[in-house]
């Protein structure tokens, strides 16, 4: 059926509805001995189910089935006024319809919000209700002359057996149907009961409305305090109405609004997936994003994530490559909250769409300045080899040939003064050209280029405290990371022995796939600030980035780790 031949069809039926409800009315207007002012509140209950019913029915989608079942409740809740007929065969059917209001409630507290009812239990109760109800109202009618209207009937009459089966069965089914609500209720998440708080309330005011007039029927309460109870327990269903109007179009066009109010805060700087959140009304909402590895998820900061346990998960685009991924809870794949999800996932995907095209750009801007840092270190590596060649060649060997020079003016020199200041002379040229080799082990240790990053650490602190341990593999990578790795383990053991007054650090290398993992942990007094990095924490987190890498810092009373990630592909 299409949406307009539906909108129609409930328009229909729901003008019927309510001229049968305004005949109801008139027909029972006064008949019954609880007064003016009952009469007054209770009677217009059933038309504003009806109301409710053609509302829903008509702007909801799918909501066919409970716009029905609301127009049900609304007929029905007149089938008892019938009683008040001078026919005897609308007063008969008045008495055997009578309780079909509270069945047709039944059935909609159950099937709410869609209209479906589930599980299969619930099915059998509101099936069972439907045929036990009338069935022994009939049997009744049958039995019992005269035949006493129900509610404000003599409670002293003559009644039959099928009176006391009927409220037996009647009771049972009722309470199998209270232990489903109660267990609907346990098993909803919080974020659902939040978004149906309305329609709960609704229910235990029924629930204790219906104990009020049970109790009242047993005790004999007098005609005013039934009125009361009646009173009490039409304002309680109506309240349900209320809650299906509520929970339905209502909610549906504050969603929409709220969509829209998204849609216009997206510049604000508030991230999508909080947007998304807050547009649905479910503020355990995550939005995750697939890993440019393919492992796994990410947020939306970048950091390795997985959905929340218990979540539901809804892909944001093709189910087989979604661009991106909603885990929420799982009321948002009900009825009426359905509808919303969809729309927020195509909002999603529309959105995301564009952020991929942007990240991609991004990536590429990322690929340049990683390239342009890798040329930069390259022509840092290769000046810094350059330059120590020719000091090697050049200032120390002219050194060391003054040096053989002023060793021979000191052995043949006679006179002791100028021989003793040869001497001091000749101290002073080895100390230099001593100093120019540790300067020149500094531009570009030949360690590293002959041995590799542990050799070249190891003697760059050989002598010095406090004690210093290594685990890597024994193995080469290319010069230009060798490079990178060797000074940031300089800086990085450097900075513990002069900041953090460690007993101990301790080095690990490991490579795993194409990555590379570098961790230096000392026991030292921590303290480090991770939230703002000096010079050489800055020039440790370039150089890892420059290598596709990061640079983690944790440090407390016990001490403090970096830990540095490259990749060596």
């Given at each position: 059926m299409t949406v307009s031949r539906q909108s129609t069809v409930i328009g229909i039926a729901g003008a019927l509805a309510a001229a049968f409800g305004l005949f109801a009315i008139v027909t029972a207007w006064g008949c019954s001995p609880f007064g003016f002012w009952v009469d007054l509140v209770s009677q217009p209950v059933g038309l504003f189910?009806?109301?409710?019913?053609?509302?829903?029915?008509?702007?909801?989608?799918?909501?066919?089935?409970m716009g029905w079942l609301l127009l049900a409740m609304g007929t029905a809740y007149y089938l008892s006024d019938l009683q008040c007929s001078t026919d005897r065969r609308l007063f008969v059917a008045g008495f055997v319809l009578f309780q079909v209001n509270s069945v047709v409630l039944t059935h909609l507290l159950l099937a709410s919000p869609d209209g479906r009812l589930r599980p299969r239990s619930a099915t059998v109760v509101v099936v069972a209700l439907y045929v036990t109800t009338p069935l022994f109202q009939a049997l009744r009618a049958l039995a019992e002359d005269p035949l006493q209207p129900q509610l404000w009937g003599d409670p002293d009459a003559d009644y039959s057996v099928w009176a006391l089966a009927g409220s037996?069965?009647?009771?049972?089914?009722?309470?199998?149907?209270?232990?489903?609500?109660?267990?609907?209720?346990?098993?909803?998440?919080?974020?659902?009961?939040?978004?149906?708080?309305l329609f709960w309330l609704s229910v235990s005011l029924v629930g204790v409305a219906a104990g009020a007039a049970a109790a009242g029927a047993l005790l004999h309460v007098p005609i005013g305090g039934q009125g009361a109870i009646l009173v009490g327990y039409d304002l309680a269903i109506a309240l349900v109405g209320a809650a299906a109007l509520v929970g339905g179009p209502i909610s549906t066009l504050l969603a929409h609004r709220r969509m829209t109010r998204m849609l216009a805060g997206l510049d604000a700087g508030t991230r999508l997936g909080d947007r998304l959140a807050h547009a649905l009304g479910d503020p355990g909402l995550v939005l995750l994003y697939p890993r440019a590895d393919g492992d796994g998820w990410e947020d939306e900061a970048g950091r390795r994530a997985e959905p929340p346990a218990g979540s539901v998960e809804t892909p944001v685009g093709p189910q087989d490559?979604?661009?991106?991924?909603?885990?929420?809870?799982?009321?948002?794949?009900?009825?009426?909250?359905?509808?919303?999800?969809?729309?927020?996932a195509t909002i999603a995907r529309l959105i995301i769409g564009v952020q991929i095209a942007d990240r991609a750009r991004l990536r590429e801007i990322q690929a340049l300045h990683a390239a342009n840092e890798r040329s930069q270190r390259k022509v840092e590596r290769d000046t810094?080899?350059?330059?120590?060649?020719?000091?090697?060649?050049?200032?120390?060997?002219?050194?060391?040939?003054?040096?053989?020079?002023?060793?021979?003016?000191?052995?043949?020199?006679?006179?002791?003064?100028?021989?003793?200041?040869?001497?001091?002379?000749?101290?002073?040229?080895l100390a230099a050209i001593e100093n120019l080799r540790s300067a020149i082990r500094g531009i570009h240790p030949p360690k590293l280029i002959d041995e590799g990053v542990e050799p070249a650490v190891r003697s760059a602190f050989a002598g010095t405290t406090p004690k210093l341990t290594f685990d890597a593999p024994p193995r080469r990578w290319p010069p230009d990371l060798e490079f990178d790795m060797y000074n940031i383990l300089r800086e990085a053991i450097a900075n513990a022995q002069k900041h953090a007054q460690a007993t101990s650090i301790d080095v690990t290398i490991r490579q795993d796939g194409d990555r590379i993992v570098i961790v230096v942990a000392d026991d030292g007094q921590g303290g480090v600030r991770t939230d703002r990095f000096g010079s050489g924490m800055s020039t440790m987190r370039r150089r890892a980035e420059g290598h596709g890498g990061r640079l983690d810092v944790s440090s407390g009373a016990g001490g403090t780790t970096i830990t540095v990630s490259l990749s060596c592909a």
């Open positions: 189910f009806v109301a409710v019913g053609v509302v829903v029915g008509v702007n909801q989608p799918n909501g066919a089935r037996i069965v009647g009771a049972l089914l009722t309470a199998a149907a209270l232990l489903l609500v109660l267990r609907r209720w346990i098993k909803e998440s919080r974020a659902a009961r939040r978004a149906r708080r490559a979604p661009m991106a991924l909603l885990a929420h809870d799982r009321f948002l794949q009900e009825y009426p909250q359905s509808e919303r999800l969809a729309a927020a810094r080899h350059a330059t120590m060649l020719a000091l090697h060649d050049g200032p120390a060997n002219e050194l060391w040939v003054l040096v053989g020079r002023l060793k021979d003016l000191e052995s043949g020199c006679t006179v002791a003064a100028d021989r003793q200041q040869l001497h001091a002379l000749h101290s002073g040229f």
